[in-house]
């Protein structure tokens, strides 16, 4: 029996889902907005979200892919990363007014989307099967605690091996972020790893 998303209790997947859906809400309201100020804060919104659980997922979740379905499913998850975190570091050296911005910006969506639809509809599917309940609490736990120290920038070049070389780049370059985050938001405080609307009580 697989586990039910519909109850209130701690779920890794639910908690990827709800990412998922999103990043799709911050593409719409750019869709929606005529101003480029406005524009720019949900890219930037949209940039430090995905590069955050898109780490945040192979650190925690793509190693029990491994445990529990094998290398497979996880090399081709982390396939469709790079080719993300690519568009993204191409977005992310671009403003709304650049051109081909929005064109850029719509391969990104579209590569996201297939993406989110083989997660959703086939990986996260065959995990929920193999796992138990209580595990994918721990999982949900663990997810949000990694999303507190990752990158918030893309960063291509950085290894894409989740327990060696990612959590030795992470603690490199998520120190640097933060204060790149920081300049960028107007010498303000520095961006928290918290998703827009997040609470992370």
């Known amino acids: 029996m697989q586990p ?9 997947l639910a908690d990827i889902k709800r990412d998922h859906a999103q990043f799709f809400s ?10 480029d100020e406005e524009k ?18 192979e650190e925690v979740l793509y190693p029990e892919f491994t445990k529990h379905m094998g290398s497979r499913c996880r090399d081709h998850a982390l396939s469709e990363h790079k080719t993300l975190k690519d568009i993204l570091s ?11 911005f929005n064109d850029k910006l719509k391969i990104l969506m579209m590569a996201l989307e297939h993406h989110i639809k083989e997660e959703e509809d086939e990986m996260l599917v065959e995990f929920a099967g193999l796992v138990q309940r209580e595990d994918l609490a721990h999982l949900a736990e ?15 070049w950085a290894p894409d091996k989740p327990m060696t070389g990612n959590i030795i780049t992470n603690t490199l370059t998520a120190p640097l972020d933060k204060l790149r985050d920081a300049v960028r938001h107007g010498m303000g405080p520095a961006h928290s790893n918290a998703p827009a609307g997040h609470n992370q009580s």
């Open 4 to 12: 039910s998303l519909a109850d209130n209790k701690p779920n890794i």
């Open 40 to 57: 720019q804060t949900l890219v930037w919104q949209l940039i430090h979200d995905l590069t955050v659980h898109s780490l945040a997922e």
């Open 90 to 100: 191409d977005i992310d050296a671009m403003t709304v007014t650049s051109p081909g």
């Open 142 to 156: 663990k997810f949000q605690k990694s999303k507190l120290h990752v990158p918030t920038r893309p960063h291509p």
């Open 26 to 35: 911050l593409y719409r309201q750019y869709q929606e907005s005529n101003a």
